[in-house]
T-cell receptor, first 110, second 114 residues
């Protein structure tokens, strides 16, 4: 979706941290989401953050939200080969619709 | 749990042919969606439905029609397929509360139009 932008590729060494960045446009979005897509499968919700939060941590995942700059990031600590996937950022501009970014393909190398 | 089931998984069509993609969910979800996924463009919303008997246009509705005659099913139709409709199509559903009910996706239908 044109309203959500993210870089297309990220390569990271196994054991390092991955950081995936996203910018969105709709300041009224109350929730922002990260989805993960593994090969041949649909998207699965990884985590989400409410717009009045700056940070959310969930095990190896840390989400940072800068509402002023409309910037969202996902940090994956101790990246593993199983983390290789496409990661989508999404915003919810209204009650029934999600707008997705183009997806960041994360490749974990040994 | 079946979740969201899409059929078929793969299909090849000739230009001008028609077909219907089927989506079924067993979670009693109100909202259902059809997205297409193209390289470098992410997911784009084709049509969606907020309840049985209702449908609405998304970002890229041209060339597609939908129907939601039963709450559990959401059908996507291509009346006259074009090569530009070559894509991977995903159906998704969720309950009424977006906070507690994230989108559940099917595994996709890969369509090639020659």
């Amino acid at each position: 979706g044109e309203d959500v932008e993210q870089s297309l590729f990220l390569s990271v060494r196994e054991g390092d941290s991955s950081v995936i960045n996203c910018t969105y446009t709709d300041s009224s979005s109350t929730y922002l989401y990260w989805y993960k897509q593994e090969p041949g499968a649909g998207l699965q919700l990884l985590t989400y953050i409410f717009s009045n939060m700056d940070m959310k941590q969930d095990q190896r995942l840390t989400v940072l939200l800068n509402k002023k700059d409309k910037h969202l990031s996902l940090r994956i600590a101790d990246t593993q080969t199983g983390d290789s996937a496409i990661y989508f950022c999404a915003e919810r501009p209204n009650d029934y619709k999600l707008s997705f970014g183009a997806g960041t393909t994360v490749t974990v190398r040994a | 749990n079946a979740g969201v089931t899409q059929t078929p998984k793969f299909r090849v069509l000739k230009t001008g042919q028609s077909m219907t993609l089927l989506c079924a969910q067993d979670m009693n979800h109100e909202y259902m969606y059809w997205y297409r996924q193209d390289p470098g463009m992410g997911l784009r919303l084709i049509h969606y439905s907020v309840g049985e008997g209702t449908t609405a246009k998304g970002e890229v509705p041209d060339g597609y029609n939908v129907s939601r005659l039963k709450k559990q099913n959401f059908l996507l139709g291509l009346e006259s397929a074009a090569p530009s409709q070559t894509s991977v199509y995903f159906c998704a559903s969720r309950g009424r509360d977006a906070y507690n009910s994230p989108l559940h996706f099917g595994n996709g239908t890969r369509l090639t139009v020659t």
